[in-house]
């Protein structure tokens, strides 16, 4: 009985501890789907967990490609982990090019979601990454704004 309760005392200390490293939770994901807008309709969602980025290196980047469909509107919205150390932000690709970001490194302006409207079918990349190159997790979804 006594042992029983030690290793209750103790997973209950470190639980926390080890929860705190996962990735996003479904709740996350459908708080994340629900703050895109009634107007949207869910495609994908990206669980982003990210570690650090060392000294003297490039940022931590997920990068995902998605294939996208002309003359149809999209929004990526990005949602941190409650206790995530960085705010998640999406970057969108064509071919190399950066279509757009929800965060501005000039102005240091990071928005929750970003519309876009396709105007070529194709295979579009989505860089994930933190503001930073803080460590964090959190999700990505992607909408068809209808």
């Known amino acids: 009985m006594r042992n029983s ?9 470190f639980l926390p501890l080890a929860a705190a490293g996962q990735p996003a939770s479904d709740d996350v994901v459908s708080s994340c789907v629900i703050s895109a807008g009634e107007n949207t309709t869910y495609l994908k969602d990206f669980r982003v967990q990210l570690p650090k980025a060392a000294p003297d290196a490039a940022v931590p980047v997920y990068k995902a490609n998605i294939y996208l469909m002309r003359n149809m509107k999209y929004r990526f919205s990005v949602c941190d982990t409650p206790g995530s150390g960085g705010e998640l932000f999406i970057t969108l690709y064509d071919q190399g090019k950066e279509i757009i970001s929800s965060y501005n490194s000039s102005s240091g302006k990071k928005y ?17 990454s933190f503001i930073d190159g803080k460590q964090g997790s959190g999700v990505g979804v992607v909408c068809m704004i209808r």
Do not use: R
């Open 5 to 13: 309760l030690i290793i209750l005392t103790i997973a209950l200390v």
């Open 112 to 128: 929750s979601s970003v519309d876009f409207f396709c105007n070529k079918t194709g295979l579009y990349t989505i860089w994930y």
